[in-house]
């Protein structure tokens, strides 16, 4: 079972626009991570933010925590079409070092 | 440094075929992950590796799955026999301490 859920499931959106992806989970977390999948190919790691943290940056993106409502965003600015891929969230459970993936949001940037 | 390696790629079996995969993660990770990835859907975890110990097993189809990580290193996932709802990419990932994985490119199978 997934605890993740992903909105939208599918965004398109023009180059150099901002891309915002959010993620809602059901129980208490260790840490929450965003990844990146292209067509094809296996997920990449973008950022890791922990339970205690409410945001963290990482070159074009930042990703926001709210555990009060088990949730996080992860925004894109200055979209390119190297963006274009699938975001998945994944919640590390308390203690469970056991990452449980949402169903991704399906990331189109047009030039 | 070289990522997470699987084989076969791409793979096309009969239904009740055996078929299996090979996994090589990166050098000095501990932890090694196997994950089955349906279309549309995100990864799921099937069996979770500590050393040689598999930790989390729980989701793995025991009937017909079976895996091993000899030496702690390379790892193999097995289907016997294959079934048609076995259809998926199958991705292997490590990861040191646990944290941040590192996913290798997959094995996408056929089952027909």
């Known amino acids: 079972s997934q605890q993740g859920e992903e909105d939208p499931q599918a965004l398109s959106i023009q180059e150099g626009e901002n891309a915002t992806m959010n993620c809602s989970y059901k129980?208490?977390?260790?840490?929450l991570q965003w990844y990146r999948q292209n067509s094809g190919r296996g997920l990449v790691h973008l950022i890791l933010?922990?339970?205690?943290?409410r945001e963290k940056h990482s070159g074009r993106l930042r990703v926001t925590l709210d555990t009060s409502k088990k949730s996080s965003s992860l925004l894109i600015t200055a979209s390119r079409a190297a963006d274009t891929a699938s975001y998945f969230c994944?919640?590390?459970?308390?203690?469970?070092?056991?990452?449980?993936f949402g169903q991704g949001t399906r990331l189109t940037i047009n030039p | 440094e070289a990522g997470v390696v699987q084989s076969p790629r791409y793979k096309i079996i009969e239904k009740k075929q055996p078929v299996a995969f090979w996994c090589n993660p990166i050098?000095?990770?501990?932890?090694l992950y196997w994950y089955r990835q349906n279309l549309g859907q995100g990864p799921e975890l099937l069996i979770r590796y500590e050393n040689e110990e598999a930790v989390d097993d729980s989701q793995l189809p025991k009937d017909r799955f079976s895996a091993e990580r000899l030496k702690g290193v390379d790892s193999t996932l097995k289907i016997q026999p294959a079934e048609l709802g076995d259809s998926a990419v199958y991705l292997c990932a490590s990861s040191l301490m646990g944290y941040e994985q590192y996913f290798g490119p997959g094995t996408r199978l056929t089952v027909t």
């Open positions: 933010i922990r339970s205690n943290e």
């Open positions: 050098s000095g990770h501990n932890t």
């Open positions: 129980t208490s977390i260790n840490n």
């Open positions: 994944a919640t590390d459970k308390e203690g469970a070092q056991k990452l449980v």
